[in-house]
């Protein structure tokens, strides 16, 4: 298991940016692949980003791309993620969440963090 812990969140206007972070605890961070995933209120909790252990691979959502960046670094047992040009519909509890094998479908990550909320207004 791994300890998953988010921070970073918070309000930003619409065309701004943010960076969410998430610092694990437990096993052998550079071991696990790591996503991003968020949930907006009404909504299913949806696929953003995910990144190889070693940070080489990195796959988005359509929605995300070129706009998001996630990146990871292993001595600091954290990833993040770098929002720019914030739209009022990425608003959303963000997750982080680790899996031995990357991957965009939720079922194979095993450990979560407790997510942290971003709101971005018009």
């Known amino acids: 298991q791994v300890q998953l812990a988010e921070s970073g969140g918070g309000l930003v206007q619409a065309g701004g940016s943010l960076r969410l972070s998430c610092t694990a605890s437990?096993?052998?961070?550079?071991?696990?692949?790591m996503g991003w995933f968020r949930q907006a209120p009404g909504k299913e909790r949806e696929f953003v980003a995910t990144?190889?252990?070693?940070?080489?691979?990195?796959y988005y959502a359509d929605s995300v791309k070129g706009r998001f960046t996630i990146s990871r670094d292993n001595a600091k047992n954290t990833v993040y993620l770098q929002m720019n040009s914030l739209k009022p519909e990425d608003t959303a509890v963000y997750y982080c969440?680790?899996?031995?094998?990357?991957?965009?479908?939720?079922?194979?990550?095993?450990?979560w963090g407790q997510g942290t909320q971003v709101t971005v207004s018009s």
């Open positions: 969440a680790a899996t031995r094998s990357l991957a965009s479908m939720q079922n194979k990550y095993d450990n």
């Open positions: 437990g096993r052998t961070f550079s071991n696990y692949a």
């Open positions: 990144i190889s252990w070693s940070g080489s691979t990195t």
